[in-house]
Nanobody, 125 residues
């Protein structure tokens, strides 16, 4: 069963940077990788999962939560089936488990949806 896997998380000091990566594991998607929008979400302890950033299939369109605009950048390299989240100027409130999500809208009623298991990002002195 194909799934996504995140990597690159870890412990970093406030003001530091990290680069997260997301790629497929256990096979390939039923449809081409570039058909899928790629989004990053995060969840801190005791809080709901929140949207962080997203990129369209070819990376031409990007979206960011207000809380990370100007600090985070989402990119993708479809040739190697990988998406990235560059995180800079990190703050303690960025501490969370970060999840990768790929989705493809098939029609009005159906979509394909894939999630990773998450990678921990901790911002602390």
């Amino acid at each position: 069963q194909v799934q996504l896997v995140e990597s690159g998380g870890g412990l970093v000091q406030p003001g530091g940077s990290l680069r997260l990566a997301c790629t497929t594991s256990g096979g390939t998607f039923e449809h081409p990788f570039n058909y899928h929008a790629l989004a990053w979400w995060r969840q801190a302890p005791g809080k709901d999962r929140e949207f962080v950033a997203a990129a369209s299939g070819n990376g031409g369109l990007t979206y960011y939560a207000d809380s990370v605009k100007g600090r985070f950048t989402v990119t993708r390299d479809n040739a190697v089936l990988t998406a990235y989240l560059e995180m800079g100027s990190l703050k303690p409130e960025d501490t969370a488990v970060y999840y990768c999500n790929a989705n493809l809208r098939l029609n009005r009623f159906a979509m394909k949806d894939y999630w990773g298991q998450g990678t921990q990002v901790t911002v602390s002195s």
